[in-house]
Nanobody, 126 residues
Framework: QVRLVESGGGPVQPGGSLRLSCAAS????????IGWFRQAPGQEREGVLC???????YYADSVKGRFTISKDNAKNTVYLQMDNLKPEDTGVYYC????????????????????RGQGTQVTVSS
């Protein structure tokens, strides 16, 4: 059974940092695309960052230079490092996975995934 569990969210001041974790079970993250998405109240959901099995990443323009994604295959976990956070980064962040039948750009831009976690809240406010 595929399961994705996010953690690491919380309140943070503008300019601060957070690292989100996505712990996977039921499949091996090394073999699949993993993506981070976010949803803020009243706003469109957004594909933030997606990474493929080769470690290549697709970044949304809104997070380039501030967010990075990485995989720890030994822990079967994917991380989202978020630096220089802004109030507009506030939202529920969730991770998702799909196999390589699609590209990471399509996964992020078109929300193409098969499984997702329930999400973790990130609130950026002074």
């Amino acid at each position: 059974q595929v399961r994705l569990v996010e953690s690491g969210g919380g309140p943070v001041q503008p300019g601060g940092s957070l690292r989100l974790s996505c712990a996977a079970s039921g499949f091996t993250v090394a073999h699949y695309h993993i993506g981070w998405f976010r949803q803020a109240p009243g706003q469109e959901r957004e594909g933030v960052l997606c990474i493929n099995r080769r470690g290549e990443a697709y970044y949304a323009d809104s997070v380039k230079g501030r967010f990075t994604i990485s995989k720890d295959n030994a822990k079967n976990t994917v991380y989202l490092q978020m630096d220089n956070l802004k109030p507009e980064d506030t939202g529920v962040y969730y991770c998702a996975t799909v196999d390589d039948r699609t590209t990471i750009a399509t996964m992020c831009a078109s929300f193409e995934y098969d499984y997702r976690g329930q999400g973790t809240q990130v609130t950026v406010s002074s």
